[in-house]
Protein backbone atom coordinates (compact mmCIF):
# COMPACT_ATOMS: atom_id res chain seq x y z
CA UNK A 1 0.00 0.00 0.00
CA UNK A 2 1.31 3.49 -0.85
CA UNK A 3 2.16 5.52 1.73
CA UNK A 4 -1.00 7.82 1.92
CA UNK A 5 -0.21 10.81 4.48
CA UNK A 6 1.82 13.74 3.69
CA UNK A 7 5.47 14.22 3.17
CA UNK A 8 5.68 13.86 6.90
CA UNK A 9 10.00 14.46 8.19
CA UNK A 10 11.84 16.56 6.06
CA UNK A 11 15.45 17.39 5.79
CA UNK A 12 16.39 20.41 7.18
CA UNK A 13 19.05 21.24 4.76
CA UNK A 14 17.82 24.22 1.85
CA UNK A 15 16.76 22.54 -1.18
CA UNK A 16 16.78 18.96 0.09
CA UNK A 17 13.73 17.19 -0.92
CA UNK A 18 14.40 13.67 1.19
CA UNK A 19 11.54 13.37 3.10
CA UNK A 20 9.54 10.28 4.96
CA UNK A 21 7.28 9.53 2.05
CA UNK A 22 10.32 9.13 -0.29
CA UNK A 23 12.26 6.93 2.24
CA UNK A 24 8.84 4.64 2.84
CA UNK A 25 8.21 4.64 -0.63
CA UNK A 26 12.01 3.54 -1.22
CA UNK A 27 11.89 0.67 1.42
CA UNK A 28 8.56 -0.15 -0.25
CA UNK A 29 9.56 -0.37 -3.62
CA UNK A 30 11.50 -3.11 -5.86
CA UNK A 31 15.21 -2.03 -5.92
CA UNK A 32 16.64 -1.08 -8.97
CA UNK A 33 19.02 -3.22 -8.92
CA UNK A 34 17.48 -6.49 -7.94
CA UNK A 35 14.34 -6.04 -9.11
CA UNK A 36 12.61 -9.09 -7.61
CA UNK A 37 13.19 -7.69 -4.14
CA UNK A 38 11.91 -4.74 -2.54
CA UNK A 39 13.59 -2.15 -0.28
CA UNK A 40 13.90 -3.28 3.01
CA UNK A 41 15.24 -6.81 2.04
CA UNK A 42 17.44 -5.72 -0.69
CA UNK A 43 21.15 -5.87 0.36
CA UNK A 44 21.73 -2.54 -1.28
CA UNK A 45 22.18 0.77 1.02
CA UNK A 46 18.93 2.53 2.52
CA UNK A 47 18.89 5.39 0.27
CA UNK A 48 19.18 8.03 3.05
CA UNK A 49 18.44 7.86 6.82
CA UNK A 50 17.46 10.83 9.23
CA UNK A 51 19.31 12.17 11.77
CA UNK A 52 17.85 14.88 14.59
CA UNK A 53 19.71 18.10 15.10
CA UNK A 54 20.89 18.36 18.36
CA UNK A 55 18.58 19.94 21.09
CA UNK A 56 20.87 21.92 22.71
CA UNK A 57 24.81 23.46 22.95
CA UNK A 58 28.10 23.58 20.90
CA UNK A 59 26.85 20.83 18.44
CA UNK A 60 23.38 22.20 17.79
CA UNK A 61 24.72 25.97 16.89
CA UNK A 62 27.48 24.27 14.65
CA UNK A 63 24.55 22.03 13.03
CA UNK A 64 22.59 25.41 12.46
CA UNK A 65 25.77 27.30 11.15
CA UNK A 66 26.09 24.49 8.59
CA UNK A 67 22.38 24.18 7.64
CA UNK A 68 22.98 28.39 7.04
CA UNK A 69 18.98 28.57 7.21
CA UNK A 70 18.49 32.67 7.90
CA UNK A 71 15.73 33.50 10.67
CA UNK A 72 14.97 29.12 10.76
CA UNK A 73 14.91 28.25 14.35
CA UNK A 74 14.22 24.24 13.73
CA UNK A 75 11.87 22.76 15.85
CA UNK A 76 13.49 20.19 18.40
CA UNK A 77 12.27 17.34 16.12
CA UNK A 78 13.59 18.50 13.09
CA UNK A 79 16.30 16.31 10.74
CA UNK A 80 19.55 16.41 8.27
CA UNK A 81 19.20 13.14 6.04
CA UNK A 82 22.58 11.35 5.80
CA UNK A 83 23.10 12.41 2.28
CA UNK A 84 24.93 15.30 4.08
CA UNK A 85 27.71 13.63 6.37
CA UNK A 86 31.13 12.82 4.99
CA UNK A 87 30.40 9.31 6.77
CA UNK A 88 26.58 9.21 5.92
CA UNK A 89 25.59 10.21 9.40
CA UNK A 90 27.47 11.82 12.51
CA UNK A 91 30.67 10.76 13.86
CA UNK A 92 33.63 11.67 16.31
CA UNK A 93 35.69 12.56 12.96
CA UNK A 94 32.85 14.31 11.18
CA UNK A 95 29.96 15.25 13.59
CA UNK A 96 28.79 17.93 11.24
CA UNK A 97 26.78 17.94 7.72
CA UNK A 98 28.83 19.63 5.07
CA UNK A 99 28.00 17.83 1.97
CA UNK A 100 25.16 19.00 -0.84
CA UNK A 101 24.10 21.86 2.11
CA UNK A 102 21.98 23.53 -0.92
CA UNK A 103 23.47 27.39 0.10
CA UNK A 104 27.07 27.30 -2.20
CA UNK A 105 24.85 27.52 -5.80
CA UNK A 106 22.59 30.02 -4.44
CA UNK A 107 25.50 32.34 -3.39
CA UNK A 108 27.06 32.12 -6.52
CA UNK A 109 24.18 33.56 -8.47
CA UNK A 110 23.49 36.49 -5.99
CA UNK A 111 27.38 37.16 -6.74
CA UNK A 112 27.04 37.36 -10.46
Not at 9 to 22: P, T
Not at 45 to 55: A, D, G, S
Not at 68 to 82: A, E, L, M, T
Amino acid sequence: MPYQRGGGRQSAVVNCNNNQKKLYDGENSPCTLHNDIKGKECPCLTPFKFHCIPISGERRLQWLKSINRKGFDPPSKSVVCSVHFIDRRPTEQNPIPVLQMGYEHLNKKINK
